[in-house]
């Protein structure tokens, strides 16, 4: 089956800095991109959705200037939380459809961002 | 605005027992719903999904789903679950109007006992 990997899967770093989060969809190209966000015993939030050379769109709520989407390839389509802060550590999921409808999505196995 | 609720936020059952999930959406037009399965430590992996035709779907893993209407609910059923069914279960839906949006519920972990 069609397989998404995230890198890193953890990482912890220090309070304004940026962290960069990679998506990749490894047996397919993903036309479509998707990026959420799971907070502890909560359920997975839609951050924005990416399609391959154009701007990401992001969901109502979701600051654009402090997390950076860019989906320059095919396959690749990265996050970087820009001027980290402890209230955005939190898991970060994505995941990838080659389906114009997005009906069918891979998911990869989320990214564990701890910010002290 | 499209929402989901599952009532159960952990279900701890024993082998063999029969497993019931519930899952209520709220969208005014058609939708497509989903479930997905979380095992400890892997990604999210699709069950079932459901789009239109009839309304009983069955999964992988003996996993079926059925949707009502009327009730805008789409509950996951399984007659016998195994310990390997220890996981968390997620509803999801996509209405007909939100491109490709899916909005999750809140997740049920499922623990079964050997």
């Known amino acids: 089956g069609a397989v998404v990997s995230q890198h890193p899967s953890w990482v912890i770093c220090k309070s304004g800095t940026s962290v960069k989060i990679e998506c990749r969809s490894l047996?397919?190209?993903?036309?479509?991109m998707f990026w959420y966000r799971q907070f502890p015993k909560q359920s997975l939030m839609l951050m924005a959705t990416?399609?391959?050379?154009?701007?990401?769109?992001?969901e109502q709520g979701v600051e654009k200037d402090k997390f950076l989407i860019n989906h320059a390839s095919l396959t690749l389509s990265t996050l970087t939380v820009t001027s980290a802060h402890p209230e955005d550590s939190s898991f970060y999921i994505c995941?990838?459809?080659?389906?114009?409808?997005?009906?069918?999505?891979?998911f990869g196995p989320g990214t564990r961002l701890t910010v002290l | 605005a499209q929402s989901v609720s599952q009532h159960n936020h952990h279900v701890i059952l024993s082998e063999a027992a029969s497993l019931e999930l519930g899952c209520n959406y709220s969208?005014?037009?058609?939708?497509?719903l989903f479930w997905y399965v979380q095992y400890p430590g892997q990604h999210l992996q699709l069950l079932l999904k459901?789009?239109?035709?009839?309304?009983l779907v069955k999964g992988i893993k003996g996993f079926e789903a059925e949707f009502i209407k009327s009730k805008f609910s789409f509950n996951l059923r399984k007659p016998s679950v195994q310990w390997s069914d220890t996981a968390e279960y997620f509803c999801?839906?996509?209405?007909?109007?939100?491109?490709?949006?899916?909005?999750f519920g809140e997740g049920t972990q499922l623990t079964v006992n050997p």
């Open positions: 969208y005014g037009g058609t939708v497509n």
């Open positions: 047996d397919f190209q993903a036309t479509t």
């Open positions: 459901y789009f239109s035709g009839d309304p």
């Open positions: 990416s399609n391959e050379g154009s701007k990401a769109t992001y």
């Open positions: 999801a839906v996509k209405g007909e109007t939100s491109g490709s949006r899916l909005t």
């Open positions: 995941s990838a459809t080659d389906d114009p409808r997005g009906d069918t999505q891979y």
